[in-house]
């Protein structure tokens, strides 16, 4: 069976995660730990733990157990006591991090409890702060800080040196695809790559890395990007490598929903330029991958995804 890591945070990786494990494939999903919001925030201040937010998702994502079990582990206190805000799932993870002694061997204790096709680490133990330089000159600190400045931004590091778990390193070491998911790009796909001895790791592999692109720009970080420079952003952090090959979205994405993402998140359709894929050397599978949820929101067709980074892996 195919080897597969995924490195991403947030819901963009979960929701690759939910596409690719209908697929035969040994998948391990490394996540950055820098989310310093709302429950995940609190926690990590109260009991001086990497953010188990995104965790969460991923775990939630890969399980193959009860709907119900799924629905526990994302419900959120609304309250007047210091509960409110808080899910379950964010509160276990931390309790089996406090029990087990370590997040990594906590995440273990509560996937064979959820069923899990894959396995979930974290990218490193230690409690990290991401930090950003701002085009402006200004110099921001925390993630969920990044996120809502609105400057554009110039680089993303840790405020202080951070070591990654053996498992993530191992599990680069014998991939057969390194695979980074959509998501937010400077705050949670390239902070994986802010580890150096991850990028040494990645750029000892033989395996090829495949990227999946965004469909919307996010604002003060992707803002009027197109797929290459999504792609040259990522490289700028892969030391020795490259991207060998992207997934992207071709289908047209229905004005009326355009329109309610620009207005309401001031995000805007990513272009398929294609006519700077050659100049940049960037292989790239297109597609329509444009998926719309229950409650109106734009996503990526997960299982079209799956079945294309399966369906490459079968060619290999």
Same mark, same amino acid.
């Given at each position: 069976?195919?080897?597969?890591?995924?490195?991403?945070?947030?819901?963009?990786?979960?929701? =690759?995660?939910?596409?690719?494990?209908?697929?035969?494939?040994?998948?391990?999903?490394?996540?950055?730990?820098?989310?310093?919001?709302?429950?995940?925030?609190?926690?990590?201040?109260?009991?001086?733990?990497?953010?188990?937010?995104?965790?969460?998702?991923?775990?939630?994502?890969?399980?193959?157990? !009860?709907?119900?079990?799924?629905?526990?582990?994302?419900?959120?206190?609304?309250?007047?006591?210091?509960?409110?805000?808080?899910?379950?799932?964010?509160?276990?993870?931390?309790?089996?991090?406090?029990?087990?002694?370590?997040?990594?061997?906590?995440?273990?204790?509560?996937?064979?409890?959820?069923?899990? $096709?894959?396995?979930?680490?974290?990218?490193?133990?230690?409690?990290?702060?991401?930090?950003?330089?701002?085009?402006?000159?200004?110099?921001?600190?925390? !993630?969920?800080?990044?996120?809502?400045? $609105?400057?554009?931004?110039?680089?993303?590091?840790?405020?202080?040196?951070?070591?990654?778990?053996?498992?993530?390193?191992?599990?680069?070491?014998?991939?057969?695809?390194?695979?980074?998911?959509?998501?937010?790009?400077?705050?949670?796909?390239?902070?994986?790559?802010?580890?150096?001895?991850?990028?040494?790791?990645?750029?000892?592999?033989?395996?090829?890395?495949?990227?999946?692109?965004?469909?919307?720009?996010?604002?003060?970080?992707?803002?009027?990007?197109?797929?290459?420079?999504?792609?040259?952003?990522?490289?700028?952090?892969?030391?020795?490598?490259?991207?060998?090959?992207?997934?992207?979205?071709?289908?047209?994405?229905?004005?009326?929903?355009?329109?309610?993402?620009?207005?309401? !998140?001031?995000?805007?359709?990513?272009?398929?330029?294609?006519?700077?894929?050659?100049?940049?050397?960037?292989?790239?599978?297109?597609?329509?991958?444009?998926?719309?949820?229950?409650?109106?929101?734009?996503?990526?067709?997960?299982?079209? =995804?799956?079945?294309?980074?399966?369906?490459?892996?079968? $060619?290999?």
């Amino acid at each position: 069976m195919k080897k597969v890591v995924v490195l991403g945070g947030g819901t963009g990786m979960s929701n =690759l995660l939910r596409g690719l494990k209908q697929y035969p494939l040994d998948i391990t999903a490394i996540v950055t730990v820098c989310d310093d919001g709302k429950s995940t925030g609190i926690l990590r201040e109260e009991f001086n733990i990497p953010a188990v937010g995104d965790i969460r998702r991923v775990l939630v994502a890969l399980s193959e157990t !009860e709907p119900l079990v799924m629905d526990l582990f994302n419900y959120r206190f609304n309250t007047s006591s210091d509960l409110d805000g808080h899910t379950v799932g964010n509160l276990l993870l931390t309790a089996a991090s406090e029990i087990r002694g370590n997040l990594s061997d906590g995440i273990e204790a509560l996937s064979k409890v959820m069923n899990l $096709k894959g396995k979930v680490v974290p990218l490193t133990e230690d409690n990290v702060v991401l930090m950003a330089d701002m085009e402006d000159g200004s110099v921001i600190e925390g !993630e969920h800080h990044i996120t809502e400045t $609105k400057a554009k931004i110039k680089k993303v590091y840790y405020k202080e040196e951070a070591v990654a778990t053996k498992e993530a390193l191992e599990a680069i070491r014998n991939a057969d695809l390194i695979l980074f998911s959509m998501g937010s790009l400077f705050t949670s796909i390239i902070p994986n790559l802010l580890i150096e001895e991850v990028v040494k790791e990645i750029e000892k592999s033989k395996a090829k890395i495949m990227y999946v692109c965004n469909m919307m720009t996010q604002p003060g970080e992707t803002d009027d990007f197109t797929v290459t420079d999504h792609v040259n952003a990522l490289n700028g952090y892969l030391g020795k490598r490259n991207i060998d090959l992207v997934l992207a979205n071709t289908g047209k994405i229905d004005e009326e929903m355009a329109r309610f993402y620009e207005t309401q !998140e001031q995000k805007d359709p990513v272009i398929f330029d294609e006519e700077n894929f050659e100049k940049y050397g960037i292989d790239v599978i297109g597609d329509d991958f444009t998926f719309i949820t229950d409650n109106n929101l734009l996503r990526h067709d997960n299982i079209k =995804l799956g079945f294309h980074i399966f369906y490459y892996l079968m $060619k290999k």
